[in-house]
Nanobody, 121 residues
């Protein structure tokens, strides 16, 4: 069984920083893309950033230049460094991992449980 566990959310003032982590554990054979998504109240879940196993990254226009995604393949962990946070960044942040577990020959998407990020003075 595979689990994705996020950490690092919280309350921060505008202009502040937070670092989110998401560790994948369990019977994992291989992981390709990993990423972060967010969902604000009353809105649809949206992509924040993704990173491939080779390190190629993609960002939503709204976070470019402020957020940085990275990963540690040895630890099956993806990070999101968030700087210059704005109130509109307030949301539940979810990590997603496309991985192959020991019970399958296919890759499938796994999601974390979400972590709340609130940007407010």
């Amino acid at each position: 069984q595979v689990q994705l566990v996020e950490s690092g959310g919280g309350l921060v003032q505008p202009g502040g920083s937070l670092r989110l982590s998401c560790a994948a554990s369990g019977s994992i054979i291989s992981i390709n893309a990993m990423g972060w998504y967010r969902q604000a109240p009353g809105k649809q879940r949206e992509l924040v950033a993704t990173i491939t196993s080779a390190g190629s990254t993609n960002y939503a226009d709204s976070v470019k230049g402020r957020f940085t995604i990275s990963r540690d393949n040895a630890k099956n962990t993806v990070y999101l460094q968030m700087n210059s946070l704005k109130p509109e960044d307030t949301a539940v942040y979810y990590c997603k991992s496309n991985l192959r577990d020991s019970g399958s020959v296919y890759y499938r998407a796994y999601w974390g449980q979400g972590t709340q990020v609130t940007v407010s003075s």
